[in-house]
């Protein structure tokens, strides 16, 4: 019987490692090891034995019947593996093919930069606010310091609708109205649509987008205002933007300035795009006119504040290098793939 | 506000170069544009000496020059020019020279002569003859300024100047002038500021002005103050070589002694000045009055004005003779043959300058001063210069006595002078003697405490104004940069965020976001074939628009959304999938203001877009958005679209909005040779129906169970009657219904549809039995029934 199982043992191993697929391997494995398979039926006859040798032969019927089991669940892995390379072989595809399309669409250019601004004063804690764009004369320039007759109307050029309707020229009415309905603390950005009746060329458009803002609170001082704005201008040009507040003019603020980058381009030396300067002016700004406070009952002597803006088209000009203002507004598809 | 800086000089000294000059100015307040050196294009020009005159051998019309052009030996030049004279001093363009525009002068050969370099025009160094009066346009410009052989032509004919230009903000007219920009530079620089007070000598032979001028205001409410003096005894010339340097570097045209003194003051002090021929002054008397409606005169520039009543002329016993503070008429001008002349210095209400030049269409450098407002203290010291000037110049003699008619407060402005305020309100920390020092610098008084506001500053009235006098001598820059104390935080608002979800969702969905313009044509309307009686087409109006394409505001966003569409088309872009969130404007009843509403507006072309493919990307929208059980209703009467293929949305009968097939008679309008889908939908009412609220619901225990029908119905049945009878039918155990096929043709009678459902079916209770199933699609069927839709056999 020892011999017998020798026997067993090495024609398995011997035939296991000559097959060759799953199923004849299966087949192997039960002609074996199965209930009716050739170690079964050598195990049966275990009863003729001698109660001595009866052990001894028991745990060799063991050992084959587990090193058969051994060859058995190796090959079957050794052979599932040899499929399976053979399958990814086979399975190969040209990766250099290009992928499949989905249709995304994309935000306009304008919406890009605007959401950044927005996002900026979001975090600084500023509130998002609108108002209507055709405006009373009232909320565009009397209540922001403009009489009727002031020469600097001159230079803001109007669609009037009516005696006391227009276009409103600025987003500053926005923030009138929301000094009229909150108190102070305020804190506040007004983007949206203006008007001007400027023609349309290259870099004019009678429709733009302007950003306004504006903090009026007790104590707030100019350099608040300076603060504010450095923070701003870094976090939309980055940390080594550099600025200089300069000197300016306009009726609803008092000190007023414009703020101008360090060009880009030319870090100050002055080139094409800076036309020479060195800087690029980016926001007009200033401390808010008593008298627009007061225009809108908010008491000068026990608050201060300040307002500035910003033109969006500009910005995203500069930003993308779009070098005419028209094509936001003509969006060809050509061009709104391309942000 | 171009400005000389040899002016500069009689009134400050500073030792700048332009670059660091135009810095320093733009930060205290004076932006410079930019600046330009004279004669920075020429070089290697000198002034030399005709020695001798020869005919070129080889050539008629050429001479051959000998020069002395302060070297050792002269230099020969060939020239063709025929005015040159021996002893004459000329320009000469030595070997390498370079002229304006960048022409560069070589030594060379004219028909074997040769040349050692040009003898030049007035033209070739970029000048005309009202530079040089006695010079000649064509020909070789003979010198006659005192000056030497060999010098550069630069400063031998005062082409050394530097123009700075400013950008003079509306608030500071007094900046319109030589002396406001020197008294700026002083502050900046911290210099003094040299002022010179005119000293007139006068005729002292008992002429007085009352023997030659009246002067009557009667529109004293528009004019202030008019001063007005003579000079008789008028010699009409050019003014000197300095006088008129100094005028081109201010960007103003030399014209002839008098005119060129009225604008030396103007630029001078900021004050315009006027001068009359007395002779055409009629009956010797100016009246300043408001014109008479329909009055008409021709001004300088040779144009006949008509006046209105509002507009303030001057008139002499007669007849208007000038506009007041705008321009002066062509015919009580400055002539050759002018002997007496009345020097005007008047000051003159800024509104109705402005208003008057507007509505005449003019702007004039006196009218651009005007209008920002100048005081009435400035116009007898102007006066008083101009007639200097005169005596200088020798060009007349200056008749003792003024007419000076004042009506004018001469109260100066007080303000308080708030340290600590003004401290707190800059962020800075100034003692009172540095905030004093500035102030006084910039012409400013104290009187006490009391800030006293010198005449030229009609801008400030108030603390902020004083603030920021300090602030921008102190320099900006110079002030610290803080964050602003207290907590805030930005919120976003459910609105806002509403529409942020709107636009992602827009976006995933495959559109394009476009912007277009609000205003419009009213054939726009047309365009779209909007019927001739729709409100829509009252639209508001623009009263000065650029054009008809932009003179109104949209009442409907569609045909911004066609032009796109057309753009896309015609410039052959193979599709477009856009939306956009814009408003409409519509006109309010009792409202000034027009109602405001934004609309989404989505259009599609190509890329497999249809009817469907719209309303699926509306279905997507009202499911993220959380807008529920829209009411859908066909729509064959909206010319804008396919009859058969709109449809408009509305819930509880409230217009949500409209989608379809833009109709193909609107596509021709629009030059479009393809399907174009457009839905429109109102972001307020959208807003109102939203129901953002989101909760969990527990997965399902129990699994479903699914049966298919395949039903036969008339082609005419909207399939929303399918599914409502379905919906009703199975009740609370639907989970859902589904249509997986609708199929017309061969298979099926004629008019007839067939439409195949899945209804998948749960319940929370348990696992549905074949006989539950099955009892609901028999209700399923029963309810179609009633509708005419019977199972597919």
């Not at chain 1, 940390?239 to 008092?254: C, G, L, Q, V």
């Not at chain 2, 207290?486 to 827009?506: C, D, L, W």
């Not at chain 2, 628009?545 to 569409?565: A, F, H, K, Q, Y």
Request: proline fraction near 5%.
């Amino acid at each position: 019987m020892r011999d017998a199982l020798e026997q067993i043992k090495n024609t398995a191993i011997e035939k296991l490692e000559a097959c060759g697929d799953l199923k004849a391997l299966d087949e192997l494995k039960v002609k074996y090891l199965g209930k009716k398979g050739e170690l079964t039926a050598i195990l049966k006859q275990m009863g003729k034995l001698s109660p001595e040798e009866r052990p001894v032969i028991g745990q060799l019927a063991n050992e084959v019947r587990a090193k058969i089991e051994e060859e058995v669940s190796r090959r079957i892995a050794q052979l599932k593996e040899k499929q399976l390379a053979a399958q990814l072989a086979a399975e190969k595809i040209d990766v250099t093919m290009p992928g499949k399309k989905f249709d995304i669409g994309k935000k306009h250019p304008l919406t890009i930069v605007m959401d950044e601004i927005k996002e900026i004063f979001l975090g600084m804690g500023f509130d998002v606010v609108s108002g209507p764009e055709v405006e009373l004369d009232y909320y565009n320039f009397e209540a922001l310091n403009l009489p009727k007759d002031h020469p600097a109307r001159d230079t803001q050029d109007t669609f009037y609708i009516t005696e006391n309707t227009l276009l409103r020229t600025q987003t500053s009415p926005v923030q009138i109205r929301t000094m009229e309905k909150r108190k102070p603390p305020i804190r506040i950005i007004s983007p949206g649509r203006v008007y001007r009746s400027d023609a349309l060329d290259a870099t004019h458009s009678p429709v733009f987008h302007q950003i306004e803002g504006l903090v009026v609170d007790k104590g707030v001082t100019m350099s608040d205002l300076k603060g504010t704005l450095e923070m701003f201008i870094k976090g939309l040009y980055g940390e080594d933007s550099k600025i200089r507040f300069r000197p300016h003019h306009f009726p609803f603020t008092e000190p007023s300035a414009e703020i101008d980058v360090m060009c880009f381009n030319c870090h100050g030396e002055g080139c094409r795009l800076c036309k020479g300067e060195g800087w690029i002016e980016v926001l007009g700004a200033g401390m808010v006119h008593p008298k627009v406070l007061l225009n809108c009952g908010i008491d000068p002597e026990e608050y201060s504040g300040f307002a500035f803006g910003v033109g969006l088209e500009r910005v995203v000009m500069r930003r993308f290098g779009i070098d005419d203002i028209r094509m936001f507004f003509e969006n060809d598809m050509r061009f709104l793939e391309q942000f | 506000m171009n400005l000389s800086m040899k002016w500069l000089s009689d009134y400050v000294d500073i030792d700048v170069n332009p670059r660091e000059y135009a810095e320093a100015l733009t930060m205290s307040g004076s932006k410079v544009e930019g600046y330009e050196i004279e004669g920075s294009e020429i070089s290697n020009v000198v002034v030399g000496k005709v020695l001798s005159i020869e005919k070129h051998p080889d050539a008629d019309k050429l001479v051959v020059c000998q020069v002395d052009v302060g070297k050792e030996a002269p230099v020969q030049i060939v020239t063709g020019a025929t005015n040159v004279v021996v002893g004459a001093l000329v320009p000469v363009c030595l070997d390498g020279a370079l002229l304006p525009g960048g022409k560069k002068i070589k030594k060379g050969k004219l028909r074997g002569m040769v040349s050692e370099g040009m003898l030049c025009s007035l033209s070739e160094l970029g000048l005309t003859v009202n530079d040089f009066p006695y010079a000649i346009e064509d020909g070789i410009f003979l010198i006659e300024e005192d000056c030497r052989i060999g010098q550069d032509i630069q400063s031998a004919i005062g082409l050394n100047d530097t123009s700075v230009e400013f950008e003079i903000t509306s608030n500071r007219p007094d900046c319109l002038s030589v002396i406001g920009l020197a008294r700026e530079t002083a502050a900046t620089y911290d210099v003094p500021l040299k002022l010179h007070t005119p000293v007139v000598k006068g005729s002292g032979d008992g002429d007085d002005i009352k023997n030659y001028l009246k002067v009557a205001v009667e529109a004293a409410d528009l004019c202030p103050r008019y001063t007005a003096k003579i000079v008789k005894d008028v010699k009409i010339g050019p003014s000197p070589l300095w006088m008129r340097e100094r005028l081109r570097a201010s960007g103003v045209r030399p014209i002839n002694n008098l005119v060129d003194i009225t604008n030396y003051v103007m630029l001078e002090y900021g004050q315009p000045m006027h001068a009359f021929d007395l002779r055409y002054v009629a009956g010797r008397e100016i009246v300043v009055r408001r014109a008479k409606n329909g009055e008409t005169m021709m001004t300088l520039d040779g144009i006949d004005r008509t006046f209105t009543d509002d507009m303030l002329i001057i008139s002499d016993a007669e007849k208007p003779v000038a506009v007041a503070g705008v321009m002066g008429g062509e015919y009580s001008g400055i002539m050759d043959d002018t002997t007496t002349v009345v020097f005007e210095s008047a000051n003159f209400m800024g509104s109705s300058v402005r208003k008057t030049a507007k509505k005449l269409g003019m702007r004039t450098d006196a009218s651009a001063r005007y209008e920002k407002g100048i005081s009435a203290l400035s116009t007898m010291e102007c006066v008083e210069r101009a007639c200097e000037l005169v005596e200088m110049l020798g060009a007349g003699t200056v008749v003792d006595g003024v007419i000076d008619v004042d009506h004018s407060d001469k109260e100066p402005g007080r303000v308080k002078l708030e340290v600590e305020w003004i401290n707190r309100f800059l962020g800075i920390d100034l003692t009172r003697e540095e905030m004093v020092k500035t102030l006084t610098s910039l012409g400013f008084t104290m009187d006490g405490d009391m800030i006293l506001v010198p005449y030229y500053r009609i801008d400030i009235e108030h603390k902020a104004d004083i603030a920021e006098e300090i602030a921008r001598i102190y320099g900006y820059n110079n002030i610290p940069t803080t964050a602003p104390t207290g907590t805030a935080r930005g919120v976003v608002t459910p609105r806002q965020k509403f529409e942020r979800s709107i636009n992602e969702t827009m976006l995933s969905l495959g559109c394009y976001e476009i912007m277009t313009y609000s205003f419009i044509s009213p054939k726009y309307y047309d365009n779209i074939l909007l019927p001739a009686d729709s409100e829509l087409r009252n639209s508001v109006t623009i009263t000065n628009p650029l054009g008809e394409d932009t003179s109104i505001m949209r009442t409907t966003t569609i045909p911004s959304m066609m032009e796109i569409v057309s753009r896309n088309y015609n410039n052959r872009n193979p599709y477009l999938w856009a939306y956009e969130i814009g408003m409409e404007y519509r006109p309010a009843e009792g409202q000034e203001l027009p109602d405001e509403n934004p609309m989404l507006t989505i259009g599609l072309y190509g890329n497999g877009a249809d009817f469907y493919t719209l309303k699926g990307m509306t279905e997507m929208l009202f499911d993220r958005i959380g807008v529920e059980d829209l009411d859908i209703v066909p729509c064959s009467d909206n010319p804008t679209f396919h009859p058969g293929r709109c449809a408009v949305l509305s819930k509880d009968g409230k217009p949500v909005g409209i989608l379809g097939e833009i109709s193909p008679r609107v596509c021709q309008n629009y030059d479009v040779g393809t399907k174009v889908y457009v839905a429109k939908l109102s972001v307020d009412v959208l807003y109102e129906l939203a129901d953002s609220e989101k909760s969990y619901c527990p997965l399902p225990k129990y699994p479903a169970t699914s049966r298919d029908l395949s039903l036969i119905c008339d082609d005419e049945l909207p399939i929303i009657q399918i599914e409502k009878a379905i919906k009703g039918a199975v009740g609370k155990i639907l989970e859902r219904v589904e249509l997986f096929d609708v199929y017309k043709g061969a298979q099926v009678e004629k008019d007839k549809k067939s439409v195949s459902y899945s209804i998948v079916m749960r319940s929370d209770q348990g696992t549905l039995t074949d006989e539950e199933a099955d009892g609901a699609v028999k209700r399923v069927l029963k309810a179609l029934d009633k509708i005419g839709v019977t199972l597919r056999q």
